[in-house]
């Protein structure tokens, strides 16, 4: 009989990966679309600047109430289930935006209903994990995950201004509604829940939640560590990613190199989560790696608010994302050893929904603090300073022993 470590070791469980992480680029793609183009979706939509920053902001509002219903659901129903419900639903309405046409407030109700998707992918990066992947691949496999959401949006910044530019704004939209639909088609097709043996987590209470599981959370010092850090680091590169275009203007770069800053951004995100995966599984000193990450943060976000060439940019660009994205994968399976027995998906959804809460209120607070030009050199700076108190808090993690 196989032992759960045995069953773990599937070839299937790559399949299962790369099937989940190409419904997060989907939804990631979705999302940031307009961000890099928001000039061109003014005129399209005519509709004002706000109004098509609205769009990306949308999906971190919902987060908020979604992610407790959603974290239920996959709990009770399992990730087969959940994710799956998850894809059509974003594929459908990712697909119907193209019908959509200029019509803002149809568009604005479809964004609406791809963000109540959303967290039925970020929720379960460490269920995935935990489902089918031995403990010594875990956070390598979360950082898989995490890496596809950044491929997303690193895609969608890239290609949107160039899709726009060889075509138009119309079949962008259209080609990504396909690329969604197509995916959540085959993951619905293809996906498995977990392999036939039961996986060795320790997390075995699917209804934790609804009995009193979150007061491990509640009175848990090093989780609300996790929390505030969680905060400031999504909320900041949410902030980021969505006013990429508004920030690199004033400096003198185009669309195309705005889209190209935030892909080499994301690249470094990408970098870094493997980067840190591998080490995190390797040395299991979590809390000395979220250390290093951070502090590579607040270096490249003090650099990044100065410079002022797209050469720059570009350099101080990659070292950002390394640092601010590479810490991720790592802060969700700290979270999960630090929380036990609460479910992977209900530790996961309250940090994605802190971070939604820091992006929403980045995105809508740092909106117009610039200097008398419009360079956003003040927010950048209070996002540096942000990111140095987080690495000071970093201080207080410690490492837990594994069981």
């Known amino acids: 009989m196989m032992t759960g470590e045995n069953s773990q070791n599937s070839l299937y469980r790559w399949i299962i990966l790369i099937l989940f992480m190409l419904v997060n680029i989907s939804s990631q793609i979705l999302w940031i679309s307009y961000g890099p183009v928001t000039s061109t979706a003014v005129a399209y939509y005519s509709v004002s600047e706000s109004e098509i920053l609205f769009l990306s902001t949308i999906f971190m509002i919902v987060y908020i109430p979604a992610t407790f219903i959603t974290s239920w659901f996959t709990n009770r129903y399992g990730f087969k289930i959940g994710v799956g419900f998850g894809a059509i639903i974003n594929?459908?309405?990712?697909?119907?935006?193209?019908?959509?046409g200029p019509n803002y407030f149809l568009i604005l109700f479809f964004h609406i209903m791809i963000s109540i998707a959303q967290p039925f992918f970020l929720n379960s990066v460490t269920l995935?994990?935990?489902?089918?992947?031995?403990?010594?691949?875990?956070?390598?496999?979360?950082?898989?995950?995490?890496?596809?959401?950044?491929?997303?949006?690193?895609?969608?910044?890239v290609l949107t201004p160039i899709l726009v530019i060889v075509f138009n704004f119309e079949v962008m939209i259209m080609i990504y509604g396909l690329f969604s639909l197509i995916v959540g088609i085959l993951f619905v097709i293809l996906a498995k829940d977990k392999p036939s043996t039961?996986?060795?987590?320790?997390?075995?209470?699917?209804?934790?939640?609804?009995?009193?599981?979150?007061?491990?959370?509640?009175?848990?010092?090093?989780?609300?560590?996790v929390i505030i850090i969680f905060f400031a680091g999504l909320g900041a590169f949410n902030m980021v990613s969505t006013y990429i275009e508004l920030i690199v203007a004033p400096r003198g770069l185009t669309p195309i190199e705005a889209g190209n800053l935030g892909g080499i951004m994301l690249?470094?995100?990408?970098?870094?989560?493997?980067?840190?995966?591998?080490?995190?599984?390797?040395?299991?000193?979590?809390?000395?790696?979220?250390?290093?990450s951070l502090v590579a943060t607040v270096i490249a976000f003090f650099a990044i608010s100065y410079a002022d060439t797209a050469i720059l940019l570009y350099i101080f660009g990659f070292a950002l994302g390394f640092g601010l994205l590479s810490v991720g994968p790592v802060l969700l399976e700290y979270a999960?050893?630090?929380?036990?027995?609460?479910?992977?998906?209900?530790?996961?959804?309250?940090?994605?929904?802190?971070?939604?809460?820091?992006?929403i209120i980045f995105i809508v607070g740092f909106e117009g603090i610039t200097t008398p030009s419009g360079d956003y050199l003040p927010t950048l700076i209070i996002l540096s300073v942000l990111s140095l108190v987080t690495f000071i808090l970093s201080f207080f993690l410690k490492d837990v022993k594994r069981g």
């Open 128 to 157: 995935l994990s935990a489902n089918w992947f031995p403990e010594s691949e875990r956070t390598t496999a979360s950082g898989l995950s995490v890496i596809s959401q950044l491929l997303g949006i690193a895609l969608g910044m």
């Open 91 to 100: 594929g459908v309405f990712g697909f119907l935006r193209f019908f959509a």
């Open 336 to 359: 999960v050893e630090i929380t036990i027995p609460v479910p992977e998906t209900t530790s996961n959804g309250i940090l994605m929904m802190v971070g939604a809460v820091g992006g």
């Open 267 to 292: 690249l470094g995100g990408i970098v870094g989560a493997i980067i840190m995966s591998i080490l995190s599984d390797k040395l299991h000193k979590r809390s000395l790696l979220i250390k290093i």
């Open 198 to 225: 039961k996986s060795s987590i320790k997390v075995t209470n699917k209804d934790v939640i609804l009995k009193g599981g979150l007061k491990p959370l509640l009175f848990n010092r090093l989780f609300w560590i």
